[in-house]
């Protein structure tokens, strides 16, 4: 099993290194008076992602552009300006990393970088009635970011009972009490995270079912 979710977390990596993020084209000019006319255009393996990038007064300036991971960054410089010394620039990745800087000499912009999704993992609703008769009747579906992730949990019969749903790290879990049952105050909810660690717990009167956690997934070979 094991193998088969990191074989699964590998191929999401994998699809999503060809989806595209935002990339920061930051630019200033050490004088305060803009670019001077000078103008660039930002290829992204071989086609224009952005163009005639510039400041037009002041010392900085910033643009965004989109680039996958992997793929190759180049400036090409219509114009450098009539102050070409006072310029320089960097590029900022999608996690917010530079990659690359330089001046109205330098082309080379860099391997572009997007952060990887989060990988949903399974967490565990855990049930229990203190009478020991099932929840007669109460139901709840548990929400993850607004979309129900389990819907109707319940215990039919006995203290106690367990099921799964999926959540990434960082999406939010809220309970919502579709029947209370007859007897309410014999029931109590507990939820784990994808690691085993409990994140929240309560009875009828609670909806808030804390934040989700995935362990990282394990490298790719």
Not at 26 to 34: E, F, K, L, V
Not at 167 to 177: H, K, M, N, R
């Amino acid at each position: 099993m094991k193998n088969i979710t990191t074989a699964l977390a590998c191929l999401l990596f994998s699809v999503y290194s060809f989806g595209q993020c935002s990339h920061s084209f930051n630019m200033a000019d050490s004088y305060g008076d803009g670019w001077n006319g000078a103008t660039v255009n930002i290829i992204v393996n071989g086609v224009i992602a952005l163009e005639g990038a510039t400041i037009t007064g002041g010392s900085s300036g910033s643009e965004t552009f989109e680039a996958a991971t992997g793929d190759t960054i180049e400036l090409d410089w219509t114009n450098t300006g009539s102050w070409p010394s006072e310029i320089s620039w960097t590029i900022d990745d999608g996690e917010g990393t530079q990659i690359s800087s330089g001046n109205t000499s330098n082309t080379n912009g860099g391997t572009a970088f997007c952060p990887p999704p989060p990988t949903p993992c399974s967490h565990t609703f855990n049930m229990a009635d203190s009478y020991g008769d099932g929840w007669n009747g109460a139901t709840v579906n548990i929400i993850v970011n607004g979309v129900i992730a389990l819907e109707g949990a319940t215990i039919t019969g006995g203290s106690s009972g367990s099921e799964t749903f999926e959540a990434a790290t960082g999406d939010t879990i809220e309970l919502d009490w579709t029947n209370t049952g007859s007897w309410p105050s014999e029931i109590s909810w507990t939820i784990d995270d994808g690691e085993g660690t409990q994140i929240s717990s309560g009875n009828t009167s609670n909806t808030n079912g804390g934040t989700a956690f995935c362990p990282p997934p394990t490298p790719c070979s």
